[in-house]
């Protein structure tokens, strides 16, 4: 399978604390997507960063990729309740047009 | 402009029945994604449409079939339902160039097969 894995599968944290949550895939990529997706509903789009790139930041979140490792992390500093989500790495290969999602990491942000 | 949309929400149906879903990208996408997601199996890729043409297939048997017309809306089809296909189905538009392209997603139809 081409699907990318995230670790941990799920992660409970107090609010006011930093989450990471990690990405690994298998194939060579044009990009790396993280999304968001709250119970049961579809997912929302939270960063996006190039295989040319190392580091990108949006608000509180904080995305690096390694190509070597083939491996990406998202961080979400000072976290909140309203954090609470599974978050899925996607990859674009650059072999096709078909993204591929990892398996997700569940996260609860307690009050 | 308006998000991606998704009719039926929910969808109830019974083993052997088949069903039809259907998803209106976003004005000017002209790719649209389909996913169906299952606690046991994460998200996983059912096809993808360019321009009314089939660009890429995941690994579904033949009941799942899809189309897009002319104007980008896409329909999901899946023929004699069987349990292990209720799930949540997930349908994402994009511009459909590759390297750049992101996915906008709808809300998704909840399918229970009884």
């Known amino acids: 399978s081409q699907q990318g894995e995230e670790d941990p599968q799920a992660l409970s944290i107090q609010e006011g604390e930093n989450a990471t949550m990690n990405c690994s895939y298998k194939?060579?990529?044009?990009?790396l997507q993280w999304y968001r997706q709250n119970s049961g509903r579809g997912l929302v789009h939270l960063i996006l960063?190039?295989?040319?790139?190392r580091e990108k930041h949006s608000g509180r979140l904080r995305v690096t990729l390694d190509t070597s490792k083939k491996s990406s992390s998202l961080l979400i500093t000072a976290s909140r309740a309203a954090d609470t989500a599974s978050y899925f790495c996607a990859t674009d290969p650059n072999t096709g047009n078909q993204f591929y999602f990892g398996t997700g990491t569940s996260l609860t942000v307690i009050p | 402009k308006a998000g991606v949309t998704q009719t039926p929400r929910y969808l109830i149906k019974t083993r052997g029945q088949q069903v039809t879903l259907s998803c209106s990208p976003i004005?000017?996408?002209?790719?649209v994604s389909w996913y169906q997601q299952t606690p046991g199996q994460g998200l996983q890729f059912l096809f993808e449409?360019?321009?009314?043409?089939?660009?890429n297939k995941g690994n579904f048997p033949g009941r799942f079939s899809g189309r897009q017309f002319s104007n980008s809306r896409s329909e999901m089809n899946v023929s004699t339902l069987e349990l292990g296909d209720s799930a949540l189905y997930l349908c994402?538009?994009?511009?459909?160039?590759?390297?750049?392209?992101?996915?906008?997603f709808g809300p998704g139809t909840r399918l229970t097969v009884l």
């Open positions: 004005s000017g996408h002209r790719s």
């Open positions: 449409y360019f321009s009314e043409t089939q660009r």
């Open positions: 194939t060579s990529i044009n990009n």
């Open positions: 960063i190039r295989s040319n790139e």
């Open positions: 994402a538009s994009s511009i459909g160039t590759s390297g750049t392209a992101r996915e906008y």
